[in-house]
């Protein structure tokens, strides 16, 4: 009895299973059809789609803010014209935010000024532009018919106002088309070569800075006056223009000396005519050295020489 009673006062008291219920049963055909890893890419594809709408949707206040504002311009490779000059020129073809700059067309509209050869651009983030230039060297003053003289790169290229070769300015080249076709661009161009292949002999015998001008109109022969006397031309002819130039200037000084002995073993029959100190010389031909000619005005009469000096502003004629 007393079993039983000991039996019946103890209860074993186990945890109850709860029931997924209704809600659990509800999801759970769910995980029947999506996989874990399908469940993944969902997440990370969704995440993409809302960074991208987020972009999207801040991209306009952020690249038009005032962070991308162009406020530096560092300027490289010039010479002739001015970092000054040249950053203005940057600052008014370039849009003011950083990120609207087209490079290439910034290129372009540098290229449109004479001087610049090329640039090169670059754009570094947030507020800056270093361009490097690449000018045009002037090698010539040219002088165009009735026009101020200007200056000409070596390929022919008009670059600017004689002033750019303000600190080198040579002889003038006297005879430069302004004729816009293709057989007038080719002259001009045989023309320059012909005035670069006479400075090159020229100054290997120290005659360049004694010439003023150099005409080119016939390209068969080159002309020159002096710079100590602007009236008198030499004709060189088309070749060996320092031996011509050399022998042109023996006869002068013969003449000015009233060496007609000198004249004579020079090619020249001398006369009186030539040894009046009244008298300026025309020109001395030497284009066929072995047969030089020498012209003189009449007395009381201007020269009838087709060829007169150019006036270009700031040259000096030099004195002996």
Not at 162 to 186: K, T
Request: proline share 5%.
């Amino acid at each position: 009895m007393a079993v039983a009673r000991t039996a019946a006062t103890e209860q074993v008291i186990t945890p109850r299973q709860r029931s997924s219920g209704r809600k659990g049963a509800r999801y759970a055909w769910v995980w029947r059809y999506i996989s874990p890893e399908k469940l993944e890419r969902w997440i990370k594809g969704s995440a993409a789609f809302i960074a991208v709408t987020a972009a999207l949707v801040l991209y306009r206040p952020i690249v038009h803010s005032s962070i991308f504002d162009l406020r530096e311009v560092q300027i490289t490779g010039n010479r002739r014209i001015t970092a000054a000059e040249a950053e203005a020129l940057v600052r008014e073809a370039a849009p003011k935010n950083m990120l609207d700059i087209d490079l290439t067309q910034l290129r372009n509209d540098l290229k449109r000024r004479p001087i610049v050869k090329n640039a090169e651009i670059t754009r570094v983030l947030p507020d800056l532009l270093r361009v490097r230039l690449t000018e045009r060297v002037p090698v010539a003053v040219v002088s165009p018919s009735g026009q101020t003289p200007v200056c000409v790169d070596a390929e022919g290229v008009v670059v600017g106002d004689f002033h750019l070769m303000s600190d080198e300015q040579g002889p003038l080249l006297v005879g430069w088309s302004e004729d816009r076709s293709g057989s007038a661009q080719r002259e001009n161009r045989d023309r320059l070569a012909l005035f670069l292949q006479l400075q090159r002999e020229m100054a290997s015998g120290s005659f360049w800075n004694q010439i003023d001008q150099v005409d080119l109109r016939n390209l068969q022969d080159v002309t020159v006056n002096l710079a100590q006397s602007p009236g008198t031309w030499i004709h060189l002819g088309d070749r060996e223009f320092m031996h011509r130039f050399d022998l042109s200037l023996r006869i002068l000084n013969a003449i000015r000396q009233r060496n007609a002995e000198q004249l004579v073993a020079l090619g020249i029959s001398p006369s009186d005519e030539m040894f009046d100190s009244a008298m300026r010389i025309t020109y001395v031909d030497v284009s066929q050295p072995s047969k030089a000619v020498i012209r003189m005005p009449s007395l009381k009469r201007t020269s009838t020489n087709k060829s007169k000096p150019v006036l270009r502003p700031g040259r000096r004629h030099r004195r002996r």
